[in-house]
């Protein structure tokens, strides 16, 4: 196989056009196409009902992932004179990026190596870099859609009282009731490399208290729901057009059958895998099912992750860096950024090996995985 051909298989696979067209032809026959039209209504609810929130729960749909974040960091930011922002370095671009546009300093914090997420530990070990008066809020960041319990991020709220912000970017599909529970913003991502995809879109989950705030964010600033347009903070164009909620809604159709499909697979690797191999730091993964379209492993030995990685290569599948090659305190824009000690993040950025995992994967492209894992990892 060659390698174009590799990078071909596995392209993201979204809905055919003849099934968009049809929400298409109701934005002809409209001719409202951005600014919370029919159809943008029309995916706000069905995300609703999807997740039960209740009415206590609010959702934006926004024109990507980054969007929800930075919307949700000016609306803190308007409403505090605090000064850092923490985020785990172990993380992408958009995190770090958006808490600078919101005018906040971050903070690289660290994680916990064996569930891959800040967690209190992560924030404590921060509070030697900062003061924590001086700290506005914290981004905790779902790791390839591994989902982190609502109760630790609950607990992380009330114990340090401060704002949190949930990039659960990839963890749409593994959202439940609990996040009615929730006391801080979450933020998803639809872009085409997720779980759960549509056009690049985004969404924010919040208290029903913050939801004008939110929504007149993302559209300059401006409160529609007033006679006259109204300017009642900064802003930006994030909106989710009418285009993204026909992609969106072509896309919702086939929701159900995309979790049965991950649950087929999560079952598959749970039977095969060895997952008593004592090289896996990560077993515990295996064991909980949750949906996630990329197979994270995390090796306690560098030589084992070599041999593993070179065993992927010679089979011809292609080990991915699902964030990025390095850490954000790594990469030179982002040097110069306070840090905490990060030994964790490096710890385990040096024994990850990351394959794609789409719903769509052939059974024996699975197995060959499994097997060259369970054959090199003893």
């Given at each position: 196989?060659?390698?174009?051909?590799?990078?071909?298989?596995?392209?993201?696979?979204?809905?055919?056009?003849?099934?968009?067209?049809?929400?298409?032809?109701?934005?002809?026959?409209?001719?409202?196409?951005?600014?919370f039209?029919?159809?943008?209504y029309?995916?706000?609810?069905?995300?609703?009902?999807?997740?039960?929130?209740?009415?206590n729960?609010?959702?934006?749909?926004?024109?990507?992932?980054?969007?929800?974040?930075?919307?949700?960091?000016?609306?803190?930011?308007?409403?505090?004179?605090?000064?850092?922002?923490?985020?785990?370095?172990?993380?992408?671009?958009?995190?770090?990026?958006?808490?600078?546009?919101a005018?906040?300093?971050?903070?690289?914090?660290?994680?916990?190596?064996?569930?891959?997420?800040?967690?209190?530990?992560?924030?404590?070990?921060?509070?030697?870099?900062?003061?924590?008066?001086?700290?506005?809020?914290?981004?905790?960041?779902?790791?390839?859609?591994?989902?982190?319990?609502?109760?630790?991020?609950?607990?992380?709220?009330?114990?340090?009282?401060?704002?949190?912000?949930y990039?659960?970017?990839?963890?749409?599909?593994?959202?439940?009731?609990?996040?009615?529970?929730?006391?801080?913003?979450?933020?998803c991502?639809?872009?085409?490399?997720?779980?759960?995809?549509?056009?690049?879109?985004?969404?924010?989950?919040?208290?029903?208290?913050?939801?004008?705030?939110?929504k007149?964010?993302?559209?300059?600033?401006?409160?529609?729901?007033?006679?006259?347009?109204?300017?009642?903070?900064?802003?930006?164009?994030?909106?989710f057009?009418?285009?993204?909620?026909?992609?969106?809604?072509?896309?919702?159709?086939?929701?159900?059958?995309?979790?049965?499909?991950?649950?087929?697979?999560?079952k598959?690797?749970?039977n095969?895998?060895?997952?008593?191999?004592?090289?896996?730091?990560?077993?515990?993964?295996?064991?909980?099912?949750?949906?996630?379209?990329?197979?994270?492993?995390?090796?306690?030995?560098?030589?084992?992750?070599k041999?593993?990685?070179?065993?992927f290569?010679?089979?011809?599948?292609?080990?991915?860096y699902?964030?990025?090659?390095?850490?954000?305190?790594?990469?030179?824009?982002?040097?110069?950024?306070?840090?905490?000690?990060?030994?964790?993040?490096?710890?385990?950025?040096?024994?990850?090996?990351c394959?794609?995992?789409?719903?769509?994967?052939?059974?024996?492209?699975?197995?060959?995985?499994?097997?060259?894992?369970?054959?090199?990892?003893?």
């Open positions: 196989m060659k390698k174009n051909e590799i990078k071909k298989k596995d392209r993201p696979l979204l809905n055919k056009t003849e099934s968009i067209k049809r929400y298409f032809k109701q934005i002809d026959k409209n001719r409202c196409y951005s600014n039209g029919t159809l943008y029309q995916a706000k609810n069905k995300v609703k009902q999807f997740l039960k929130l209740k009415d729960k609010e959702v934006i749909l926004t024109s990507s992932g980054h969007s929800s974040l930075l919307a949700c960091l000016m609306h803190i930011k308007s409403i505090t004179k605090k000064k850092y922002f923490l985020v785990p370095t172990f993380s992408f671009y958009s995190d770090v990026t958006a808490i600078i546009q005018g906040f300093d971050p903070v690289f914090i660290d994680i916990n190596p064996e569930l891959m997420y800040s967690d209190e530990s992560s924030i404590l070990k921060s509070l030697k870099t900062v003061e924590k008066k001086k700290i506005a809020g914290c981004v905790i960041i779902s790791p390839f859609g591994k989902p982190v319990p609502i109760n630790i991020l609950n607990n992380i709220v009330e114990k340090f009282k401060f704002h949190l912000i990039d659960a970017a990839n963890a749409f599909l593994n959202l439940d009731k609990k996040i009615n529970n929730a006391n801080f913003f979450t933020v991502s639809f872009h085409p490399l997720k779980t759960f995809a549509s056009n690049e879109s985004g969404l924010i989950i919040c208290k029903k208290k913050y939801y004008q705030d939110l007149a964010m993302i559209n300059f600033g401006i409160n529609d729901n007033q006679s006259k347009r109204k300017i009642v903070n900064f802003g930006f164009n994030g909106k057009s009418e285009y993204d909620a026909g992609i969106f809604l072509a896309n919702f159709k086939k929701i159900k059958l995309i979790q049965k499909k991950y649950k087929i697979i999560n598959t690797i749970s095969l895998l060895n997952k008593d191999h004592n090289q896996l730091l990560n077993k515990e993964d295996f064991k909980n099912s949750f949906i996630s379209n990329y197979f994270v492993l995390v090796l306690k030995g560098l030589l084992k992750t041999i593993l990685k070179n065993k290569s010679v089979k011809r599948i292609q080990v991915y699902p964030w990025s090659p390095q850490l954000m305190h790594q990469i030179k824009i982002f040097k110069k950024i306070k840090k905490s000690s990060l030994k964790n993040s490096i710890y385990l950025m040096k024994r990850m090996i394959l794609k995992l789409s719903y769509y994967i052939k059974k024996n492209q699975l197995l060959k995985i499994i097997n060259i894992i369970n054959s090199q990892v003893k």
